[in-house]
């Protein structure tokens, strides 16, 4: 009964091609995020919504759209994969804890773009 | 422009020994700081986390370490066990002009630890 879920585990598509990773959470969060590890490692915030809300969107290029249908639900589309696109995405949702927000990650989406 | 650092990619220890892992920042916003734990082939998972306002907190075997005027933390974990083995991720979290958190982290690259039994 996996907390945060999302699919598919790995994407592997041509260049040019439009794409969509779905999450969903069952934790009864209010806020969901899109993170991305790049090549480097680091983990970087892409978008966050709160109530299906967009409250935190990242320089991030166009052809990334983050859809939140419900609270429960985050998807992200891509179009017009570039091969920088190549990484992984990771989902998370997230409650307050006291004063901070704990989040909890999904198992992460490995794109590669050939 | 990376504002959360973790300069040592890796880490090797003996089981029962102390295991330190450091992470530099450099925003002076940063209201909170977290270790995430993360094994191969899931997302990271919650360790724990100190406020700017402290310099140590301490949860079973696992003691995160702030030194603010230094910009750097640590976490050190007595003892080591194998089962620790994974990579740590150090997290900041920013507050805006007024004191307000959207829950945006700030991630370094991670560390990977070796615990050898």
């Known amino acids: 009964d996996t907390a945060v879920s999302q699919t598919p585990k790995y994407l592997v598509t041509q260049m040019g091609n439009d794409k969509s990773i779905k999450c969903e959470q069952n934790?009864?969060?209010?806020?969901m995020y899109w993170y991305k590890q790049d090549s480097k490692k680091f983990l970087k915030i892409m978008f966050s919504?709160?109530?299906?809300?967009?409250?935190i969107n990242e320089t991030v290029p166009n052809r990334f759209s983050p859809k939140s249908p419900d609270k429960a639900h985050l998807n992200l589309h891509i179009n017009s994969l570039e091969l920088g696109d190549s990484a992984v995405y990771f989902c998370?949702?997230?409650?307050?804890?006291?004063?901070?927000?704990?989040?909890?990650f999904g198992s992460g989406t490995q794109l590669s773009v050939l | 422009d990376q504002q959360v650092k973790q300069n040592s990619p890796s880490l090797s220890v003996q089981e029962g020994r102390i295991s330190i892992l450091n992470c530099d920042y450099t925003?002076?916003?940063?209201?909170?700081f977290l270790w995430y734990k993360k094994y191969p082939a899931e997302g990271p998972t919650f360790l724990i986390s100190?406020?700017?306002?402290?310099d140590k907190n301490e949860d079973g075997r696992f003691t995160v370490f702030l030194n603010k005027s230094a910009k750097h933390l640590s976490l050190h974990i007595v003892p080591s066990q194998p089962g620790d083995s994974a990579v740590y991720f150090c997290?900041?979290?920013?507050?805006?002009?007024?004191?307000?958190?959207?829950?945006?982290?700030?991630f370094g690259q991670g560390t990977i630890l070796t615990v050898h039994p």
């Open positions: 998370a949702s997230s409650q307050r804890q006291g004063p901070y927000e704990k989040l909890f």
């Open positions: 919504y709160n109530n299906k809300e967009l409250i």
């Open positions: 997290a900041a979290r920013e507050v805006d002009a007024g004191g307000t958190s959207y829950g945006k982290l700030t």
């Open positions: 934790l009864g969060h209010d806020t």
């Open positions: 100190i406020s700017s306002i402290k």
């Open positions: 925003n002076s916003m940063f209201d909170y």
